[in-house]
Structures are given as structure tokens and as C-alpha cells.
């Protein structure tokens, strides 16, 4: 039992560590500048009316469960909704006017998906590589690498993506992919933006969007607030929002600048460069080892004296 427990430990700890290191070294490539090509969606929360047809036609394009109730059903705004496994985004209400100039407006309703970061923390947290971020900024998800570790999940700080924990044989991780093609890129308007009828959201290179929403708050300066969410937020999203109420009232969550990634990696690339981990790790081992055989030759001690 002892000598199975050693090799196998020595098999795992070596490869664990290289995938680690590995992994670390290949989330490089995903992130960093942005191309030229990245694409975004700008959401415009003053423009929303909640009619949720960007959620049907979100589950349509990917095939996903059709839901117990009617997407006009506006029952479901009694609680506040995330995305999972079988809605990759949700529209939520939160009473109160979206902004100054529209007083009569009963309520902002802001959808919620995964925001495709530029820097994204779930491609930097995936050891073996499953999430990875395209050139014109979707980031996707490969199930036949995925090892489930669900590290993606920890990392994220959008709390986006979610497990198929109902799926006992071959669950995955789920996520707004961007309505990506099968070649990696989005290609053509994602059907929620396809879908809203009110052009709350509107598809298109992040530049522009920026643009776009630069050009609206200047000319609607009572209605918005002068900030576009996701310009700068985690390193900057490629979705970008704007809005006419405290983030805080809209369940818009309030987050640094800095892109968790370069945090975690300057860490990491610390540790493996001078190997500390796999130090730390036999290191640890080895005690445990130590001392479970100590406990044996102790018990084989005193089963010989009472015998
Ligand atoms: S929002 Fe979360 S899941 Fe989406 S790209 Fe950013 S870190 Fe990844
Ligand atoms: S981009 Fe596509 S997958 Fe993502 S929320 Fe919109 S419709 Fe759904
Ligand atoms: S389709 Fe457009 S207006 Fe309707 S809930 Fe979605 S974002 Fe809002």
C-alpha cells in the first residue's frame, strides 16, 4: 500500500507541475494586446426594456434546453438569475428608473453573460488549456480537453462560468462562447444582439463600440453616467455597458482595473522559476510519508508486545 502510494505520487507530482508550468507559459499567447480584429457587444442598459428576447435567442443559437416557463414571463424577475449551464445569459430587473431623464421608466434591466475579458482570468486558471481566448477576443471552451477542475470558476471574477454537475458521464463547463463558429471567431452578430429589439445591444469591433458609447454620453449627458463599464474594468471586457445608475443599484459588480492574470502569473512564474513548488510539494509529501511509516513501525512495535 505504501509503495503504490510513493509511485503514484511520484508519477502525478512531476506531470502535475509541468502541466502547470506549461499551461502558464501557453496562457501568454491567449491574452496580452489587443488585436485589431477584437469584436464586443456594447449593452446599453438605458435602452433595455427587459423583453428577454435576447435570452431566447441565445438559447435557440445554442441549442439549450427550452425553459419551464415562456420567455415573455416576467415572473422570473422576482429574483435575481445567473447564467448556468442551460442559460448563458439572464436579463435581470432592479427597480428604479434606468436614468435622470427617464422618470417614468419603472425599472433598468440589465443582462448578464460572460464579458469575454481581454485579459481573462479563466484561460490564465486552466491548467490543461480548455479555455482559450481568440483573436478577435471570444473566449471558448474545448470539453474533449477539460479535466474538470472547475478552476475556470474560481478564477473568473464575473462568477460566470457554471459545471454541469447534473451530467453524471461527461459533464462540462458551460459559458457564453460569443456565438463563436466552429473556426474559433464569432463571425457574424451573436443572436442576442441579433435579436434585441431595441438595439440595446449592439455587436461590433471594440473600438468602435467605444466609440459608439462615447458619442451617447456626450450627447445625452443627463442620462448617462460618464464611465463605459468594461473599458478598464479586469484589464478592460469585451463587453461594455452603459448606464444612468450607481453600478452598485444594477448589480454591475465593482472591480480594479488590473487584470487578475498578471497578478497570478507574476506569482506563479516566481514559484516555478526557481522551482519552489515542486520543493514545497515533495517536501510536504515526504513528511506525511514519514510519518504514516512511523505510525506503522510503531503499531508493529506494540502488536509484538501484547502478542
Ligand atoms: S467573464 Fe469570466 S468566464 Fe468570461 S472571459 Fe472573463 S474570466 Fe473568463
Ligand atoms: S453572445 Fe451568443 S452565447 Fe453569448 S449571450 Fe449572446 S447569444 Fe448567448
Ligand atoms: S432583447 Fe434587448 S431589450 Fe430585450 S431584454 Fe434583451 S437586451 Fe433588453
Redesign the pocket.
Known amino acids: 500500500m505504501g509503495i503504490n502510494r510513493r509511485r503514484f505520487f511520484s508519477l502525478l507530482l512531476p506531470a502535475a507541475a509541468l502541466a502547470a508550468c506549461s499551461r502558464s507559459e501557453a496562457s501568454e499567447d491567449n491574452s496580452g494586446p489587443v488585436q485589431d480584429e477584437q469584436v464586443g457587444c456594447l449593452a446599453d442598459t438605458t435602452l433595455c426594456i427587459g423583453c428577454r428576447q435576447c435570452e431566447e435567442g441565445c438559447n435557440r443559437r445554442n441549442e439549450l434546453p427550452r425553459p419551464d416557463t415562456l420567455f415573455r414571463d416576467r415572473l422570473v424577475f422576482r429574483e435575481q438569475r445567473r447564467p448556468g449551464p442551460n442559460n448563458f445569459t439572464v436579463v435581470n430587473e432592479f427597480p428604479g428608473p434606468p436614468s435622470r431623464d427617464q422618470p417614468k421608466k419603472q425599472a433598468t434591466y440589465v443582462k448578464t453573460?460572460?464579458?469575454?475579458?481581454l485579459d481573462?482570468?479563466?484561460?490564465s486558471a486552466c491548467i490543461v488549456g480548455a479555455?482559450t481566448?481568440a483573436r478577435d477576443g471570444a473566449?471558448i471552451y474545448n470539453p474533449d480537453i477539460c479535466i474538470g477542475c472547475r478552476y475556470?470558476m474560481i478564477?473568473?471574477?464575473?462568477?460566470?462560468?457554471s459545471y454541469e454537475y447534473s451530467d453524471a458521464l461527461a459533464p462540462k463547463v458551460r459559458?457564453?462562447e460569443f456565438c463563436a463558429d466552429p473556426a474559433g471567431g464569432t463571425g457574424a452578430d451573436p443572436a442576442c444582439a441579433a435579436a434585441c429589439p431595441t438595439e440595446a445591444i449592439v455587436f461590433g469591433k471594440r473600438s468602435e463600440l467605444l466609440q459608439l458609447a462615447r458619442s451617447r454620453i456626450e450627447r445625452h449627458r443627463v442620462r448617462y453616467i460618464d464611465r463605459i463599464y468594461g473599458e478598464n474594468e479586469?484589464g478592460g471586457?469585451?463587453w461594455l455597458y452603459l448606464y444612468g445608475r450607481d453600478l452598485s443599484d444594477i448589480g454591475l459588480l465593482s472591480l480594479p482595473s488590473s487584470a487578475?492574470p498578471r497578478t497570478t502569473e507574476a506569482i506563479q512564474h516566481t514559484i516555478f522559476k526557481y522551482g519552489a513548488i515542486p520543493f514545497l510539494v515533495y517536501g510536504t509529501l515526504g513528511g506525511i510519508m514519514w510519518h504514516n511509516h512511523r505510525k506503522q513501525q510503531v503499531a508493529a512495535v506494540e502488536d509484538g508486545g501484547e502478542s
Open positions: 453573460q460572460c464579458m469575454h475579458c481573462p482570468a479563466c484561460v479555455l481566448r473566449v475556470c478564477a473568473c471574477p464575473f462568477q460566470i462560468p459559458k457564453c479586469v471586457t469585451s487578475p
